[in-house]
Antibody
Framework: QVQLVESGGGVVQPGRSLRLSCAAS????????MHWVRQAPGKGLEWVAL????????YYEDSVKGRFTITRDNSNNTLYLQMNSLTAEDSAVYYC????????????WGQGTLVTVSS | QSALTQPASVSGSPGQSITISCTGA?????????VSWFRQNPGKAPKVIIY???ERPSGISHRFSGSRSGNTASLTISGLQAEDEADYYC?????????FGGGTKLIVL
């Protein structure tokens, strides 16, 4: 079955860290760029980060630069998002999505994992 | 970086056509034609309906079309149907970053 499954969300205190995972199955993970996109409760979509097929190039939204790191393990078909120095503004559902040509054609999304930053 | 500007809501009756605009600065679109549109139903993940300004992914109805003029991209839905009621987001690439619009709620009257 072609799918993406996020995990790792939860409640975390401000200033702490969390690592999200996105497990891919049913397709050749190596062939796709991968995005993280988040959505705060009741708000719109916000792009977070992108990692190229081979992990060579990575891009970040300004507010997470220096705090978040996107990585991938192509041997285990898994994408990660390491999130450090979390603030309340990082509270959101985090989605991973695949992009075959890195043109914004995010044609498969996970179900999302909720991160709540609160003391 | 600021989000692309979309109207908060658009409405139309079944059978009509509606257009959702997506406006940004030059720096939001760059010289690329990498504008996508996504539909999101409540509690669900987004779904791509347009990419590279005008392209429709496999399985997406011809009722959905995209265009761009300068710093404004547009999504047109013709032959409006009740099931089109959802939130719609534009997304653009420029200079190493992607940015989403604030989203438009489509109401089918």
């Amino acid at each position: 079955q072609v799918q993406l499954v996020e995990s790792g969300g939860g409640v975390v205190q401000p200033g702490r860290s969390l690592r999200l995972s996105c497990a891919a199955s049913g397709f050749n993970f190596n062939d796709y760029g991968m995005h993280w996109v988040r959505q705060a409760p009741g708000k719109g979509l916000e792009w977070v980060a992108l990692l190229w097929f081979d992990g060579r190039d990575e891009y970040y939204e300004d507010s997470v630069k220096g705090r978040f790191t996107i990585t991938r393990d192509n041997s285990n078909n898994t994408l990660y998002l390491q999130m450090n120095s979390l603030t309340a503004e990082d509270s959101a559902v985090y989605y991973c999505g695949r992009d075959p040509m890195i043109t914004g054609l995010i044609d498969l999304w996970g179900q999302g994992t909720l991160v709540t930053v609160s003391s | 970086q600021s989000a692309l500007t979309q109207p908060a809501s658009v409405s139309g009756s079944p059978g009509q056509s509606i257009t959702i605009s997506c406006t940004g600065a030059n720096s939001d679109f760059g010289s690329y034609n990498l504008v996508s549109w996504f539909r999101q139903n409540p509690g669900k993940a987004p779904k791509v309906i347009i990419y590279e300004v005008t392209e429709r992914p496999s399985g997406i109805s011809h009722r959905f079309s995209g265009s761009r003029s300068g710093n404004t991209a547009s999504l047109t839905i013709s032959g409006l149907q009740a099931e089109d009621e959802a939130d719609y987001y534009c997304c653009s690439y420029a200079d190493g970053r992607w940015v989403f619009g604030g989203g438009t709620k489509l109401i089918v009257l």
